[in-house]
């Protein structure tokens, strides 16, 4: 017994300092990030004074007053003037773009998280889960090194990592993996104890809301009674199992490729494109090789697609990020 409970102690202390996981992963989930919070600053630009203003759809009283409900903080409230408002809003839209691109490293990261959870106080309703990750992942994203790869600055990989480095990283791997987990375990098990899902009908109910409703190819999945049956039992079995299939290297792609699938339909039919993405780059996590693929495919377009615009302008050679 203590013997096994020591071999299981120096497997997780090796892990946590051999080497660094998911690089690549956790990169491109840094940059998923910056790029939901930077559509959705872009979405919000023409009408911002209205949704978040001091003069806006809820007023100073009224901001102050949901925000103390929280028990939060938010960056627009330190002034109710209009100029304040506009320098936090378009401050907060420029670290958006850097870490998206991957420049600024922890720093531009974590005031980034301060600004855009500042953002979100100041009006609540807007937030569609997408949010949330987003606030909840980046203290873990702090701790690893997500600023190595999917940049457009140079690589400084050729340094040799400290053993605190190493370790910082993986332990916010760790974090990031677990609290996935949970997420999907806690999903599964409150759809399991509702009564539509237990009966299969879920999805047609949840597709028939006005606000997800796709005129032209939503009724064509009512008239496949049994596709949608079949997709809210498989919805609720790859949730309640997911964490046990990571478990295992032969089960992490074939959870990853479920959750995918998943989460490309709520994007499609659902319209909840910045919770689909980062859910995406989550499960991203558990398999790195994917994440591998799908980086050296982008940088591989956008190499085909400078030297396109490179040849049609007749510009000088231009520098490709850092993927």
């Known amino acids: 017994m203590d013997h096994a409970l020591t071999s299981n102690l120096d497997r997780v202390v090796g892990w946590l300092h051999e080497r660094r996981h998911a690089p690549t992963a956790v990169s491109l989930l840094?940059?998923?990030?910056?790029?939901?919070?930077?559509?959705?600053?872009?979405?919000?630009?023409?009408?911002?004074?209205?949704?978040?203003?001091?003069?806006?759809?809820?007023g100073t009283d009224m901001m102050h007053?949901?925000?103390?409900?929280?028990?939060?903080?938010?960056?627009?409230?330190?002034?109710?003037?209009?100029?304040?408002?506009?320098?936090?809003?378009?401050?907060?839209?420029?670290?958006?773009?850097?870490?998206m691109l991957g420049i600024g490293g922890r720093l531009a990261?974590?005031?980034?998280?301060?600004?855009?959870?500042?953002?979100?106080?100041?009006?609540?309703?807007?937030?569609?889960?997408?949010?949330?990750?987003?606030?909840?992942?980046?203290?873990?994203?702090?701790?690893?090194?997500?600023?190595?790869?999917?940049?457009?600055?140079?690589?400084?990989?050729?340094?040799?990592?400290?053993?605190?480095?190493?370790?910082?990283?993986?332990?916010?791997?760790?974090?990031?993996?677990?609290?996935?987990c949970i997420v999907y375990l806690l999903a599964g098990l409150y759809k399991v104890q509702g009564q539509l899902w237990q009966d299969g009908t879920a999805l047609y109910y949840i597709l028939r809301v006005p606000e997800f409703f796709w005129p032209g190819f939503t009724p064509l999945l009512f008239h496949a009674g049994w596709l949608l049956v079949i997709a809210a039992y498989a919805t609720v079995l790859a949730s309640v199992f997911f964490p046990a299939l990571v478990l295992f290297r032969a089960g992490r792609p074939i959870a990853v490729s479920l959750?995918?699938?998943?989460?490309?339909?709520?994007?499609?039919?659902?319209?909840?494109?910045?919770?689909?993405l980062v859910m995406i780059a989550l499960d991203l996590i558990f398999d790195e090789a994917r994440a591998e693929r799908i980086v050296l495919s982008a940088s591989s377009s956008l190499r085909t697609a400078k030297r396109l615009v490179c040849r049609e302008g007749g510009w000088g050679r231009v520098p490709s990020p850092e993927l």
């Open 65 to 99: 007053d949901l925000v103390a409900a929280r028990g939060a903080f938010s960056l627009y409230l330190v002034s109710g003037s209009m100029a304040w408002f506009e320098v936090v809003f378009h401050v907060g839209c420029l670290l958006a773009v850097l870490v």
């Open 109 to 180: 990261l974590s005031l980034h998280g301060a600004f855009i959870w500042s953002l979100y106080m100041t009006n609540p309703t807007l937030m569609d889960g997408g949010d949330n990750l987003v606030i909840l992942v980046i203290p873990f994203l702090l701790l690893t090194r997500c600023f190595d790869r999917v940049t457009v600055m140079p690589s400084r990989r050729h340094r040799t990592d400290r053993t605190s480095s190493t370790i910082a990283h993986n332990t916010g791997v760790l974090l990031i993996s677990v609290q996935l």
């Open 30 to 58: 840094r940059a998923t990030v910056g790029l939901v919070s930077v559509a959705y600053y872009a979405t919000s630009w023409a009408d911002r004074r209205f949704l978040f203003g001091p003069d806006g759809l809820y």
């Open 259 to 276: 959750m995918i699938v998943f989460h490309c339909g709520i994007a499609l039919l659902m319209n909840l494109t910045s919770f689909a």
